[in-house]
């Protein structure tokens, strides 16, 4: 076992056990080891990249169908009132794997989850939003 590796490639070679709930031969999903909520699933893909930025296109296509098709079985499974699917980039954003993952994370209505995600609005002026919105829109590829 490589020292190199990360806890999901440990995980896609069978060095530790997991969950597994769906595999391919570019991407892997198993249950979390430390679920937030009751059916807390990672879609990961086999090839070690580390965060979105380094994330090519293809690739990139090929993830949304697996991590859409995962939610899907995870949603049917469980039937709960809502389901985030949310992705970490980088230790401050809380990434603390760093090899890209998605969390697919069913929310239940009656029952408490360890999740706690909570959206605070914040007030920008019309002319703030307009210049953020130009700024984003310069740096997109074309």
Do not use: C
Not at 2 to 16: A, C, G, L, W, Y
Not at 71 to 90: C, M, R, W, Y
């Amino acid at each position: 076992m490589s020292e190199n590796k990360t806890v999901f490639e440990m995980i896609i070679d069978r060095d530790i056990d997991a969950n597994i709930i769906y595999e391919d031969d570019k991407f892997i999903a198993f249950l979390d080891a430390f679920p937030v909520v009751k059916g807390h699933t990672l879609v990961v893909p086999k090839k070690r990249i580390e965060n979105i930025f380094d994330l090519d296109d293809e690739t990139a296509n090929d993830y949304m169908k697996v991590i859409r098709n995962v939610s899907k079985a995870v949603h049917d499974t469980f039937n709960p009132e809502g389901l985030n699917v949310i992705q970490n980039n980088g230790e401050f954003a809380g990434q603390s794997v760093f090899h890209i993952h998605f969390h697919i994370l069913p929310r239940y209505k009656d029952e408490h989850d360890g999740f706690g995600y909570k959206w605070e609005d914040i007030e920008f002026t019309k002319e703030e939003r307009e210049q953020f919105a130009e700024a984003i829109k310069s740096k997109l590829d074309a």
